[in-house]
Nanobody
Framework: QVQLVESGGGLVQAGGSLRLSCAAS????????VGWFRQAPGREREFVAA????????YYADSVKGRVTISRDNAKNTVYLQMNSLKPEDTAVYYC???????????????WGQGTQVTVSS
């Protein structure tokens, strides 16, 4: 059974930092690309960042570029999302997703985690 479990969310003041983790089990993790998405209340799920199977290729949404870094440790079956200079508009539930292919559209990804809440106060 494939599981993706996000952690690291919480409440932070504007300008602060958080590191989200996505721990995977039940799949050959090193073969899978991973994407991070977020969804704020009343809004569609939107792409944040993605990383390919090896970690050598990454891609970021314009809204987070320069503030967010995605990385992975295949030995630990974990992908990380380091978020710095957080803004109130970053407030959302953050989801990680995995698939053999990668992209910026949610439907690209087959496996999804349950999400972790990030709240940035002004």
């Amino acid at each position: 059974q494939v599981q993706l479990v996000e952690s690291g969310g919480g409440l932070v003041q504007a300008g602060g930092s958080l590191r989200l983790s996505c721990a995977a089990s039940g799949l050959t993790f090193s073969r899978y690309a991973v994407g991070w998405f977020r969804q704020a209340p009343g809004r569609e799920r939107e792409f944040v960042a993605a990383i390919n199977w090896s970690g050598r290729s990454t891609y970021y949404a314009d809204s987070v570029k320069g503030r967010v870094t995605i990385s992975r440790d295949n030995a630990k079956n974990t992908v990380y999302l380091q978020m710095n200079s957080l803004k109130p508009e970053d407030t959302a539930v953050y989801y990680c997703a995995a698939d053999l292919s990668w992209g910026t559209i949610p439907s690209t990804y087959y496996y999804w985690g349950q999400g972790t809440q990030v709240t940035v106060s002004s």
